[in-house]
C-alpha cells in the first residue's frame, strides 16, 4: 500500500476544511488571542494557544536583544506565510513544487517610529517580495497558481486593506 505524498495530505485537508466552511460558515469565524506580557525591561513573553516565544528589541533602541523584534516577527510571518500558502495552493492544483524561497525586503524610515519625522511613517514604506520555486510544471500554470496563492493569504490581505482596531486601556492604581 503506498503512502500519501505530503501535497497529498495537505490538499486533502484543504478540501476537508473547504467543505466544513461552506457548510457551516461559524466553523470558519473565530477570534485569535495573543497575550504579550513585559514585567521589566522590554523582553516579552508572548502566548497564544500552547506557543509561548520570546520577542525584545535590539540595544540600540533599549532593549536586551534577548529575542526577535516585533518587527522581525512581523516579516517572518508574511514571508512564511507566502511560503506555505504556495504550497498549499500548489498541493490544491497538483503542482509538483520541489521548493519555495520567498524573500521580502520591507523599507523603512525609523525616523517615523521614533517620533522624530511627522513625514516619515511609522509603520513599513513599502514590501518587496521575491518567489523562487522549482518545479517542472509549465510556468505559466505556476504562475497561476502562486497569484491564486497572494490573492488568498491572510497576512497580505491584512497589509493592503485597513483593519477595524480599537484599543482598551485599563490601568491599575498601586496599593496604598
Known sequence: MRLPTKSEITKSALLRARHTVTLRPQRGQRTYRSIASITDGTACRTTEGHHTFTIDVPTSVGGTDVGPSPNVFLRAALSSCVAIGIKQWAALHEIDVTSVD?????????????????????????????????????????????????????????????QTLDATIKVKAPEA
Open 102 to 162: 520567498v524573500v521580502l525586503d520591507m523599507r523603512v524610515d525609523a525616523r517615523g517610529q521614533l517620533g522624530v519625522s511627522e513625514s516619515a511613517a511609522a509603520g513599513f514604506e513599502s514590501v518587496n517580495i521575491t518567489i523562487d520555486l522549482e518545479t517542472n510544471h509549465p510556468a505559466e500554470a505556476v504562475e497561476a497558481m502562486v497569484s491564486e496563492a497572494l490573492r488568498y493569504s491572510p497576512l497580505i490581505d491584512v497589509l493592503k486593506r485597513p
